[in-house]
């Protein structure tokens, strides 16, 4: 499964993003500013750059084979570029030296850094090369040599990239999880509490049926969850003078839902997917087809952007 989603994924870094809106009480503001900041700066390479980097090489390897291009394929795409790298570098300098540090995160934000400016302008050498077709007067030689050189940048870059999100859903997961017992101390149970758990068990819904091996009854038990905070949290809005939650927010909410007990089903089923299905998820068109993990990454983001937008209000 993950396999599947790695490349949404690439999505969801955007759904790390407004890690500002989910800023949990703390002894100090302005640490709790100065680390948002940080974090956001890790956030904004990703955003920026992962997933034009991963489609770069799904769209290489959908023409060439896994040992490399032979200059006998029927058509020759090339590879796609990336955006420029400069402003992560800086950006990403300027947040490993402000306080508060963390060994971890800023290690796989540095790596990260390095990973993506070697690729860069390998991909600039490739497209030139793949572009002005010059792989006709040299018989392939350069596609050749270039493919190990790609193979191992995007490999580099691969595992730079699940390092770095991985620190950043650490560091969210523990301040996502101080606020929420934070707001149960100041407020209880209504509204606000449970948009804020919803939030949190949407994640963790995400990941059961984003393992490399689905647990089924990981899945189950995570799907009861979240829907019951759904149901808790349209029951606590407006009650007794309680805030109203917005309709936009608890209609993503129930989309996201529905998306994971179909993807759910689907895997507990052993449903396969139909030729038309198939079409459409080669075609990057997944997000359309019931149940699966791209219609569950987009309604997932969705979710996010209607909170970070302030819409559960």
């Not at 800086?90 to 030296?97: G, R």
């Not at 009650?239 to 917005?246: A, E, H, M, P, Y």
Request: hydrophobic share 35%; net charge neutral.
């Amino acid at each position: 499964m993950r396999s599947t989603i790695s490349i949404a994924l690439a999505v969801y870094a955007l759904s790390i993003g407004a890690v500002a809106a989910q800023t949990p009480a703390s002894s100090t503001k302005a640490a709790s500013a100065q680390l948002t900041q940080k974090l956001n700066a890790y956030v904004g390479c990703i955003n920026r750059l992962s997933e034009r980097s991963y489609e770069s090489r799904k769209r290489y390897f959908s023409w060439a084979a896994k040992s490399g291009p032979t200059g006998k394929e029927r058509i020759i795409y090339g590879t796609y570029t990336i955006y420029d790298t400069s402003d992560c570098k800086k950006n990403v300098e300027a947040a490993n030296a402000m306080e508060p540090h963390d060994a971890d995160i800023e290690s796989a934000a540095s790596a990260y850094v390095t990973a993506v400016t070697a690729l860069e302008p390998l991909l600039k050498e490739a497209d030139d090369y793949y572009t002005q077709e010059n792989y006709k007067d040299d018989k392939m030689v350069k596609g050749k040599a270039l493919h190990p050189r790609l193979v191992a940048a995007w490999d580099a870059f691969t595992s730079a990239d699940k390092a770095l999100r991985s620190g950043v859903d650490t560091v969210n997961d523990k301040r996502a999880v101080e606020r929420l017992a934070a707001i149960e101390a100041s407020e209880g149970h209504k509204a606000h509490y449970y948009v804020e758990a919803l939030m949190i068990q949407a994640k963790r819904l995400l990941r059961t049926e984003d393992a490399d091996n689905p647990d089924l009854n990981a899945i189950t038990q995570a799907l009861g969850e979240y829907e019951g905070t759904v149901k808790a949290a349209e029951e606590a809005s407006g009650k007794d003078g309680d805030v109203k939650l917005g309709s936009i927010f608890i209609d993503n909410a129930k989309s996201f839902l529905t998306t994971s007990k179909q993807l759910m089903r689907r895997l507990r089923d052993k449903t396969p997917y139909s030729s038309g299905n198939r079409m459409m998820l080669d075609a990057g068109s997944g997000w359309m087809v019931e149940g699966s993990p791209e219609r569950l990454m987009r309604d997932y983001n969705q979710l996010i952007d209607s909170y970070n937008r302030g819409s559960q209000i």
